[in-house]
């Protein structure tokens, strides 16, 4: 059976810490010798311990579970960074403006990564007075649709859920967007610079 936690991950983050073992047994409340086992990968802590570990070595549950920290460097939240998910069992949209873990329903999502629009998805967009019109000409039934359509900002993202029933258009407020997003549930992100 794969440990659910690697004892690698908590050995770098003890160090990177600066607690020794006695230390960071303390801290959990446990012996320095189940510490020892957890990093030498003959044994591994109770499940009752993750929230513990997560809280003593200062990093997130998931990113303890996942064997994976994550550092967000866009520290000024620079929305050209931005990153998006899509949970395929519920359909949740959920926006970061740098790295994250994201969960949801169970899974943990990674982030999309936008496309050039193809011919079946041509993402469109035209000036009514202080607003853009976007559109895309796909189909909208409900097993293949577009399920959003997104515009960023430099100091923001506004999105519009779309549905099958309906069109696959929106409009948006002119005002600094730099590129428009759309989804399409079978194939993906699509991206556009506004020139």
């Not at 460097?73 to 873990?101: D, F, H």
Request: charged residues 25%; proline residues 4%; glycine residues 8%.
């Amino acid at each position: 059976m794969n440990q659910y936690v690697t004892g690698t991950m908590i050995k770098r983050l003890r160090e990177k810490s600066g607690l020794t073992q006695q230390q960071f047994a303390e801290r959990v409340g446990v012996s320095d010798k189940a510490v020892s086992k957890w990093e030498t990968g003959r044994g591994y802590p109770d499940i009752s311990l993750i929230e513990p570990l997560s809280a003593t070595l200062g990093v997130s549950v998931i990113e303890l579970l996942s064997g994976e920290s994550v550092v967000n460097t866009n520290r000024a939240s620079n929305m050209l960074r931005l990153k998006l998910y899509v949970c395929p069992i519920c359909g949740n949209v959920i926006q970061s403006a740098g790295e994250a873990v994201v969960c949801c329903c169970g899974l943990t999502l990674p982030a999309l990564e936008a496309e050039e629009p193809d011919g079946e998805h041509p993402l469109r967009w035209e000036r009514l007075e202080d607003e853009y019109y976007v559109s895309v000409a796909h189909d909208m039934s409900r097993g293949h649709h577009i399920s959003f359509l997104a515009a960023v900002r430099d100091d923001g993202f506004e999105m519009k859920k779309l549905y099958p029933e309906g069109g696959a258009e929106a409009r948006f407020p002119m005002a600094g967007i730099r590129f428009f997003l759309a989804y399409c549930n079978r194939h993906g992100l699509f991206k556009v610079k506004v020139r």
